[in-house]
């Protein structure tokens, strides 16, 4: 399977439920494409803007300064210590990443691609865009003998489900019996909200309560996209084993695949400064807060939703018919069917969108309910 037979981008489909909505007398409510809405942080424009001489090419394993400052973040935000430069490596955003770390590894046909039952597409793509055989499993005893990649992701977009330290040793050991890499997509990692997680850290894969020191075969993927409202600079890195990280510079460095200099500094910034990031996670544990009761009020059952920027939800019935039924109320949201055959029923809403559009949402939703 190459390029040219990719399936039609899912989102597509929602174009005739975005046109129900927006035609509703308030407007459109699009709780859809989680995309920030929110200004990025003058900390990290600035940076940005006082970086804006970059005449020379980027290096494409990053600039000693924000590999410092990955590790830095990692031993004071994750509980994760003893990192260094050579763990790090900047992307250029996490999906390419997510797409293309496949290819990186130089897998092909035979090889297993293993990630969650509720996914975020673009594991399922990378997989199959070098031939590899995705499979949707969710517990490591499920994973075949032929995995070579696992990818893990808490919090879960689209479910929101946060795996404790036991679950991530689990697929730690799963993955050093199979000779496999596991790959942690953590994006969402500032936003646990249910407690225990709310007082403490959303665990990383790179923990050393999960790796005991040894970090061999594991990669953490982290985005400043949600964090920082930073999704139009392009803005991650991966961190982990400095083995596999050096074969990826290796690769990478073939493909031309280098972050651009200011945003290299953009991050550096943003990484450095936790004040920025409480003010939005405060702007987002408001909308949830608003908008949960109120989906509820509508009929809907709540399901995950621990951590992560989405609510995940369903009425028992199939998700197109809830996308229709909340289309007519003018709010646009997103149908289990583009995360796996496994949630039909399912829909997801975004907290991304503006305090003053959820809170018509949820007025919408409430009466809808009454």
């Known amino acids: ?10 989102w597509d489909a929602v174009a005739p439920y975005a046109a129900t909505a927006r035609a509703h007398p308030d407007g459109i409510v699009d709780l859809s494409i989680g995309s920030p809405v929110d200004p990025t942080p003058e900390v990290v424009s600035r940076a940005l803007a006082a970086a804006t001489d970059a005449h020379a090419y980027p290096q494409t394993v990053g600039t000693s300064e ?5 590790a830095a973040w990692f031993a004071r935000r994750r509980g994760v210590p003893g990192l260094t430069a050579d763990h790090v490596l900047p992307t250029v955003g996490s999906k390419e990443f997510v797409a293309l770390l496949p290819l990186l590894l130089g897998l092909g046909p035979g090889d297993v691609v293993v990630h969650p039952r509720a996914a975020y597409p673009t594991y399922e793509v990378g997989a199959r865009l070098v031939g590899a055989t995705p499979v949707a499993a969710d517990d490591p005893a499920q ?4 995995t070579r990649l696992a990818w893990v992701n808490s919090p879960g977009n689209p479910d929101g489900r946060i795996l404790d330290v036991a679950s991530l040793r689990a697929a730690r050991e799963r993955v050093r019996e199979r000779g496999a890499v596991l790959a942690s997509d953590e994006c969402y990692a500032e936003l646990g909200w249910d ?5 403490a850290p959303v665990p990383s894969a790179l923990d050393p309560a999960v790796t005991d020191g040894d970090v061999t075969g594991i990669l953490s993927v982290y985005s400043l996209s ?6 139009g600079y392009r803005a991650a890195f991966t961190a982990g ?8 510079v290796n690769a990478r460095k073939h493909l031309g695949l280098m972050l651009p200099a200011p945003v290299q500094a953009a991050m550096a910034a943003a990484l450095a400064d936790d004040a920025h990031v409480a003010a939005q996670r405060a702007l987002y544990r408001r909308r949830r807060d608003v908008l949960r009761p109120a989906v509820e009020a509508a009929g809907f059952r709540i399901d995950g939703s621990e951590g992560g920027l989405y609510l995940w939800a369903t009425e028992g019935r199939d998700a197109w018919e ?14 289990g069917h583009f995360y796996g055959p496994h949630f039909p029923q399912h829909i997801r809403l975004s907290l991304t969108a503006s305090d003053e559009r959820v809170d018509a949402g949820a007025a919408r939703l409430r009466a809808a309910g009454g």
């Open 195 to 199: 407690a225990p997680w709310d007082a």
């Open 1 to 10: 399977m190459g390029v040219a037979d990719l399936a039609d981008y899912p």
């Open 241 to 248: 084993d400095p083995d596999l990280v050096a074969r990826l």
């Open 322 to 335: 809830s996308v229709a039924r909340l289309a007519e109320l003018g709010i646009l949201v997103g149908p």
């Open 66 to 70: 924000l590999r410092e400052a990955v």
């Open 143 to 146: 994973w075949p003998r032929e």
């Open 226 to 231: 949600k964090q920082s409202n930073v999704a």
